[in-house]
């Protein structure tokens, strides 16, 4: 792997006018593990005016000395690259924000200020390391350690704590074990971190490949409390015959198996807090015992939970439905057409997808999924089916009251008749479907005789049922049902 030119350009910049120049973060962390940064990461020691001079296409809008230069590059990843000028923290006195951002004379001196020494690496245009708190040591051994002392690191701001979780889960690396022993015994200054940040980081963790093994490890390191504390509850519920995992398991395993499925963050999410409710409202004990109305409980607590955190409206709103409809109950031949388009009201055509994706990770996530695809597909099939517009007279560009009002006749069967004739020559050949055609045709019909009126409209009727039959055909093969 090389480093981009565009960011070569930028560092070139920056040596020609006299200043020292390198990548940093997590970038080089990235581009050492072999995988494409996100973004690339420049810090020097121009001051922010001085980084303007030189890149007329930047701007700088806030105070944390960082200007973002436009390269003009279409690749997103490097079309604006962040240049922050070395810079340290002074004094930290409310756990998260620093008191005030002072320049820095050295590079040392701002590798200092980063959380981990995996992410507290530079490297020059070629492409010598500076590393002095041994990052590439770390890297190699696959742990998260902080850089200098954790107790101090994580007093200056909670959530690097957070951050050592998700970089542990990302990246499947260990927390080093004094790192999380002090991420244990100071959890509780999560507290102190704005919960949007909190969230940022959780979503990171649940959109990872290992994200059940995050849940779990921001469990162990006490900091779940602090964030999503109603899993805790679950933890150690036993479950009924169905089930061979406790509650909480449940909810890791029906994770997990979302991630591997690489599904969007609300199914993940659905899936995680599917169950929520389950220990509110347990009876009775062993393999009989029960969760009347789990899913209701258990959507509320998701709406409590997603609004804490602060996620958005339509994420909230949808993850909420998507709990308190899992439970939704299906069965080839005996579920009616009409309770599932009850179903696919209530959840919205546009979750449905989403819905049998939490159910199979429910399913998958007991331990002893029951076989179902046949159920599973069938259910598909009627959802299919009861989504479709149906073939009929709704459907063409005119309606009685244009045949009453161009034909100038009164209310009666006729007004049917001519728009089943309609209807007929439309299923022939949508083309004719404009209101023109279509008007110029009922005044025509309108002058036929009543016998052949009737006939016209009998045979287009009998196409329509044709049709629908050959489309309902289709749909059942679409599903391999019968
Ligand atoms: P990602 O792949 O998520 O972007 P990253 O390491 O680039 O990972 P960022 O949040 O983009 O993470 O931060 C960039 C760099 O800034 C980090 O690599 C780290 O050096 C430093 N940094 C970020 N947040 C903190 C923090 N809370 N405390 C100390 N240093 C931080
Ligand atoms: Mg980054």
Redesign the pocket.
């Known amino acids: 792997m090389e480093i981009p030119r565009e960011a070569l350009l930028v560092l070139d910049e920056l040596k020609k006018a006299g200043f020292e120049a390198y990548i940093?973060?997590?970038?080089?962390?990235?581009f050492l593990l072999k995988k494409e940064?996100?973004?690339w990461?420049v810090t020097t020691n121009a001051k922010p005016e001085e980084i303007q001079r030189i890149f007329p296409d930047s701007f700088y809008e806030n105070n944390f000395l960082t200007v973002t230069v436009r390269t003009g590059s279409e690749n997103p990843q490097l079309a604006e690259i962040e240049i922050t000028t070395f810079r340290f923290?002074a004094k930290y006195s409310d756990k998260r924000h620093p008191d005030q951002v002072q320049y820095a004379k050295t590079l040392e001196e701002d590798?200092s200020?980063?959380?981990?020494t995996?992410?507290?690496m530079a490297m020059d245009q070629e492409k010598n390391l500076i590393d002095p708190f041994e990052g590439q040591k770390d890297l190699k051994k696959k742990i998260i350690r902080t850089?200098g002392n954790p107790d101090e690191?994580f007093s200056?701001?909670a959530?690097?704590m957070l951050?050592a979780v998700?970089?542990a889960t990302?990246l499947v690396f260990d927390i080093e074990e004094k790192t999380a022993e002090a991420i244990k015994k100071n959890s509780l200054w999560l507290e102190a971190i704005s919960k949007e940040r909190v969230r940022d980081e959780l979503v990171?963790i649940v959109m990872a490949d290992k994200a059940a093994d995050g849940i779990e490890f921001l469990r162990q390191s006490n900091l779940l409390k602090f964030i999503i504390p109603e899993l805790l509850e679950n933890y150690g519920v036993g479950q009924n015959k169905h089930h061979i995992y406790d509650c909480y398991q449940h909810a890791l395993k029906a994770l997990e198996y979302t991630a591997k499925k690489k599904y969007g963050l609300e199914v993940r999410l659905a899936s995680l807090l599917h169950d929520v409710g389950k220990p509110r409202v347990k009876a009775g004990d062993g393999i009989n015992s029960t969760f009347y109305n789990h899913e209701m409980v258990g959507a509320k607590m998701a709406f409590e939970i997603l609004s804490r955190l602060k996620f958005s409206g339509k994420e909230i709103e949808k993850i909420t439905k998507l709990v308190r409809c899992h439970m939704f109950y299906y069965n080839a031949g005996e579920v009616t057409e009409s309770s599932v388009r009850r179903l696919v009201r209530n959840v919205g055509p546009e979750n449905m997808e989403e819905l049998l994706q939490v159910r199979e990770a429910d399913r998958i996530g007991s331990g002893v999924p029951k076989a179902e695809p046949y159920k599973l597909r069938h259910l598909k099939y009627i959802i299919d089916k009861v989504s479709q517009d149906p073939i009929s007279v709704a459907m063409l560009k005119v309606n009685g009251k244009d045949v009453m009002d161009i034909a100038a006749i009164e209310p009666g069967p006729k007004i049917g008749q001519i728009l089943d004739a309609l209807l007929g020559y439309v299923l022939d050949d949508p083309k004719k479907n404009t209101k023109e055609w279509l008007s110029e045709e009922i005044a025509r019909l309108a002058k036929m005789d009543e016998k052949a009126l009737k006939g016209l409209a009998d045979k287009s009727k009998e196409e329509k049922f044709e049709l629908q039959a050959e489309q309902d055909e289709s749909t059942k093969k679409k599903y391999f049902v019968k």
């Open positions: 940093v973060g997590g970038c080089v962390r990235d940064p996100k973004d990461d923290e590798l200020r980063r959380d981990f995996i992410n507290a850089a690191r200056e701001d959530l690097r951050r998700r970089f990302t990171k």
